[in-house]
């Protein structure tokens, strides 16, 4: 394998950390054909009573979706709730993306779809042109009891006398930005969340309550100074290819060498948390995150409508999508401390991990990574580190890892991630300092070249495939361009009369040679 080789060591005597599931959420927003053509279709032959495709909802739900974010995105910094509720409903003109809004789909049919795939709803509330009153009467109509008041009451009207029971609220969207509709200063955006979360608050105190923010001092200090005793969460964004007024994707090695960024916004945020004294109190939500950028140019000609046809290009989505998608999903894990939800945006279209079109679904490259990462790993973090040699001038490693564990302790789940666009690499891995061997288990995507893609035509080029591994005095070689997750089962059985309190977090250790006492 040569002298160059990754060194991967993860070690089974520090504590190991739960994450959140949350970390595996999900996004739509009414852009192109996420809703409308996407999710909901009705007529199709291919969808229920209700509109809802169900090729969508079975391939969705395979995700183990936890969490669903919606309306917007910048959508909803013009989207008023009650147009979207009830029987009667009027169009709208949404100003966000310059198109009609049908409104007919809505609050109920949002909380209905996030049912049929097993997600919990998360509603991002309009503070663009909206209202701090508006944004609670909308928690009123959705999770009060009927008789409560005005909005619950309406709730039951429109024939749902039980709650909708929407647990996360996030107040705004990008609201520091000059394309977003009703941006503000940072003093005005400090003193907007604090009186709506003080409102939400005080019609459901229960709720998980986020609201938009940036790695950014100027921006998020002053937030936090004002509103940090209300909001559980902050959001933060991230698109690394940015692409709104050209439609041009960067090339693989470009990709990768901006795999680094997503845990540097993490990092950022994360100071900037500790600095306002709220550290291991408030936690990061990186609600809407995706390699390449959602392409719409400007202007309201049907060229320009047309124009964001081109998100749905499937070539666009290759072996760059998959690694950086893994490489994002890895920082985030590592820093189960602080980070507590992240929602690939979007799900369905655009830059989605599953296109959808009239006559079926293809499952895009970062579909299979999704579907690794939700599927394959166990649910607590264990301690690593990994020694690789570069792969760009920007120092970016050529092999990433994460170590998981189930919840007995007894399996650990390890995903390697090799970013070299041709070459195999070397890795040596170590567990409590002992060289694993053996043959092992493991589901790996990779594909014959870092373009490959699939699509209506091929749609099974990019998948992964179940292998076995042979670790020979702890190496292993790593196929180009590739995700690995192995599994890897600890000895057994318990040490001799203990029983009790056995895990990597009790009294007893599992290590490669055996059980031994910890401490």
Not at 39 to 55: C, T, Y
Not at 97 to 104: A, H, I, Q, Y
Not at 105 to 116: L, Q
Not at 283 to 308: K, M, Q, V, Y
Request: proline share 6%.
């Amino acid at each position: 394998m040569g002298d160059r080789h990754a060194v991967v060591d993860i070690a089974t005597s520090q504590q190991s950390s739960a994450y959140s599931a949350d970390v595996f959420g999900h996004f739509i927003e009414h852009f192109h054909r996420q809703v409308y053509g996407g999710i909901f279709d009705p007529g199709s032959p291919l969808s229920d009573h209700r509109g809802f495709r169900q090729d969508v909802i079975e391939a969705v739900r395979d995700l183990a979706p936890s969490v669903v974010r919606w309306p917007g995105g910048c959508f909803v910094s013009d989207y008023h709730w009650l147009n979207g509720v009830g029987p009667q409903r009027r169009p709208h003109y949404d100003k966000a993306w310059r198109v009609t809004d049908p409104n007919s789909f809505g609050t109920r049919e949002f909380v209905e779809w996030c049912r049929a795939i097993g997600a919990a709803p998360y509603i991002c509330t309009n503070a663009g042109t909206g209202t701090a009153e508006e944004m609670s009467d909308w928690v009123e109509y959705c999770n009060l009891a009927a008789g409560a008041g005005r909005w619950s009451d309406l709730r039951q009207e429109h024939g749902d006398v039980d709650p909708l029971t929407v647990p996360y609220w996030s107040i705004g969207n990008e609201n520091y930005g000059s394309w977003e509709i009703g941006a503000k200063t940072p003093d005005e955006w400090a003193n907007l969340v604090r009186e709506s979360a003080k409102m939400i608050r005080r019609v459901d105190p229960s709720v998980r309550l986020l609201t938009a923010a940036r790695a950014d001092l100027d921006w998020t200090l002053p937030l936090l100074q004002a509103a940090g005793p209300y909001v559980d969460m902050v959001s933060i964004h991230g698109y690394w290819d940015r692409l709104a007024q050209v439609d041009a994707p960067i090339d693989y090695l470009t990709a990768m060498s901006r795999s680094l960024q997503p845990q540097d916004d993490i990092q950022r945020t994360a100071d900037i948390i500790g600095a306002a004294g709220y550290a291991g109190q408030i936690g990061i939500a990186f609600d809407e995150w995706n390699l390449r950028g959602w392409h719409h140019p400007d202007g309201t000609s049907a060229a320009a409508i047309a124009a964001r046809d081109r998100n749905d290009d499937n070539s666009t989505y290759t072996m760059a999508d998959a690694i950086f998608s893994a490489s994002f999903l890895n920082a985030c894990l590592r820093r189960s401390d602080v980070v507590k939800m992240a929602n690939i945006a979007p799900t369905i279209n655009t830059r989605g991990p599953l296109f959808v079109h009239p006559d079926g679904i293809v499952k895009r490259s970062t579909y299979h990574v999704l579907w690794m990462y939700a599927q394959l790993l166990g649910k607590r973090v264990l301690t690593s580190a990994a020694g690789s040699p570069e792969l760009t001038s920007a120092g970016v490693p050529v092999i990433d890892q994460l170590a998981t564990v189930d919840e007995s302790g007894r399996r650990i789940s390890l995903v390697l991630i090799n970013k070299s666009p041709d070459a195999a690499v070397g890795c040596e891995v170590r567990i409590a300092g002992h060289r694993l061997d053996g043959v092992h288990a493991a589901t790996v995507l990779d594909a014959p070249s870092t373009d490959s893609y699939n699509d209506i035509d091929h749609p099974d080029l990019v998948v992964p495939r179940t292998d076995k591994i042979n670790f020979v005095d702890g190496r292993v070689l790593l196929a180009p361009h590739s995700v690995t997750v192995c599994q890897i089962d600890l000895p057994l059985p318990y040490p001799a009369g203990e029983t009790d309190e056995v895990g990597l977090d009790g009294p007893w250790q599992l290590g490669l040679t055996g059980w031994s006492r910890n401490g």
